[in-house]
């Protein structure tokens, strides 16, 4: 994201997209080549706010700047979150005027665009919402708080917010009922990513409501705009505070690197329903609660409860007397600590079914229609931000049932279903991503898997985007096509394991399945930029988009095994994790993780891919080597990571390792329509007079101790004559795209600039 906040100004928006109202200023506006920038004027008088953002139905990538009334820019925004590649400022000028909000297109892009201009802040309310107080306060040292009263019917649905104009200001909201009792308070919304403030309260009793805005320090200064609206599509957050129970086990702790889970044993009767609440106190902790029977199976388990948080819950009625272990874990794909509290209590049985239907909620900005397929039901809206219409959910559920055609055809096994048989599926925004999935309810046995029980099988929903304006240069047509199996595959994955510890696997798989299912509709090219431009970082590695880029060691892994070794894979999840989960389906074949790793890194230096032509890159490489020097010294080569060098070299050459346990060379060759790839271990020599074209890949052979816990390591080169023969080649791979690495990165920084 790109972006620069000036004085007057608030932050930009995190929260969902706008949705328009008949109140909005909507202006059109077209960049050119002749015009590269379009100017529109906007009178204000002091003190008032707006919000001012760019929409694009063709993808344009816009950059927005406002300009006060002498000539100086006061606000330039390129990408909001949420917005994909729209921009949005809030604003609120210093003094009355007539400002300038210009318009251009990122990197002198040029397109259509509507500049959309709404009075205050936009909070994501439904098109339904009634504006009941919306104001800006200062809060100073003789005003630490402010308040702002509002009328409540029963059964009126609120939703008050805070929106700090100054930077750094952590805002407070306390609600307050007609006798004076404080009903509700919050610190930080639970959209998460900002300082300012939400509640959202359904009335029960009708009369006048206080909404009290202070700062967290007590001490801290500004202005705060204040907004309470009723909205009937809002969705309520989940009070896990008010379910009556009797406690009967209280823990606390801390889960670290040395502490990663933590056990606790409980005697529990048949037909007692628990209640497990796992509660993050400190640091980033993300916990995950598990319970297991007396006889060690999995009966339960949770990572996020449905309330907006990372916290988790589990309700389960008891079948069986006896000793249960409870533990509180952190989530596997992560490294997440801190201090803990796990509270046990004894409910009533319609938790269960509550806490169920809390997980599977999707709240959506208007009322909620559907349509149905063979297998699956797509819910949408025709009504505030997440609006869409009937033939856009047709068009998905198509997609949908196509894919899931596709994907048990390669042998992938069918999903968990809903109560109905069905899949649920949702068209909703998303704030800047293309769709997500999630598991909803762990049943710890998938009825399609033949004679195995899963350890953490899950039935899960998913969600896809409701336009993809602003997220991509293809056709939302092509967009949905792609983002439905990638998604669907989640919700495959999920059949298998939920709780994969080798996380990594969960979206390299969805983006290889793109490429597998959809043909030219697929996206997942996109993402080798990621990887190819990296390829020291360590093998494992789930974050920084590196796991969507490395789709293409599954197809490496596909295109010697088959597509058959991948669902092997997956079906290998249901009793093991992390490394083992592919060494040990490689090894049922003759091979192995790190075989297939050391070819997979080979074959992304040969291109040697049906999609190569579509990645518009090659690998990253180091340096040249020759003869000049002595030896070369590299430092930062992760895991499983390599560096490519290009060879300048005359005559028979011996290269060696001199520093480096876990360090091995390769040498890649072009000759006779191949790359040839001739294992040098530690030490070996090449005559690049027999190539066409020749460089060197070093591979630090040593596996991470688990899926994303690497470190880095130094070695260093020598150089020198050499006069033994060549080994043979280990692997060959067709130059058929083979393109000399680093030639396309002058073209992409010629494209930048």
Known sequence: MRYGVLPFVLALATGSALAQSATDDIRPGETTQDQPSVNFQIDLTNGQMVTLTTQSDSNFDTVLQVIGPDGQVLAENDDYSGGGLQSQIIFQPPAPGLYTARVSGYGGGVGTFDLVVTDGVDFGLSDSAQILAQDVVTLDTSNPTQSVSVTLAEDDIVVANTYAVGPGLDTTLEMRGP???IIAQNDDSRAGGTLNSQIIQQITEAGRYEFVVGSYSGAEVGDVMVSVATDPYAEIPYDFTAIEGTEIARHDGVIDDANPAREY???????????????????????????????????????????GSLDSAIALTIVESGDYTVSMERYRGGNSSGEFSLVISLVDASIVDELRALRENM????????????DFVVYYTLEGADASSEAYAREVGVALQ????????????????DDEGLYRAYVSEVGGALGFARPVDTVFDNPYTTDVREEAASRAIFVIDNDFVGLGDASPSSLIRATATHELNHIVQYGYDSSEELNWLYESTASWIETVTVGVDQDATDYVTTDFARPERCWSTSGEGLDYGQ??????????????????????????????????????????????V??????????????????????????????????????SLEQLGVNYFALDLSGPTT??????????????????????????????TIDPAVWEHVGLMVMNTAL??????????????????????????????????????????????????
């Open 655 to 684: 290269i060696s390792v001199t520093r480096g346990d876990d360090i091995r060379l390769f040498a890649l060759g072009q000759r006779g329509g191949e790359i040839q790839v001739i294992a040098l271990e530690q030490s070996g």
């Open 402 to 417: 196509e894919n899931l055609d596709a994907q048990t055809a390669i042998g992938f096994a069918q999903p968990v279903r």
């Open 704 to 753: 991470p101790s688990a899926p994303g816990e690497c470190s880095a390591g130094r070695y260093q080169l020598d150089i020198a004559e050499g006069n033994d023969t060549m080994p043979a080649a280990t692997f060959r791979f067709s130059d058929r795209h083979f393109i000399i690495p680093g030639l396309d990165e002058d073209e992409d920084d010629a494209a930048e600039e």
């Open 179 to 181: 006798s004076g009792n």
């Open 551 to 596: 789709w293409t060691l599954l197809q490496s892994i596909a295109d010697v095994h088959g597509n058959g070794m991948i669902v092997r894979i997956w079906e290998n999840t249901v009793h093991l994790d992390g490394l083992e989960t592919m060494d040990a389906a490689l090894r049922e074949a003759d091979s192995s993780l790190l075989e297939a």
């Open 265 to 307: 044993t409980i005697s529990l009767e048949a037909g007692q329903t628990i209640l497990v609440l796992g509660d993050a106190l400190s640091g980033d902790l993300d916990p995950v609660l598990r319970v297991r029977a007396p006889n060690g199976d999995p009966v339960a388990l949770n990572d996020d409860r449905g309330d």
């Open 363 to 374: 709240s959506m900005s208007g009322e909620r229609r559907s349509i149905r397929t063979e």
């Open 598 to 635: 050391t070819r997979w890194r080979a074959q992304n230096y040969s291109l040697d891919y049906d999609l190569a032509p579509v990645f518009n890159r090659t690998v990253a490489v180091t340096g040249t080597l020759s003869t000049s020097g002595p030896g070369y010294g590299k430092g």
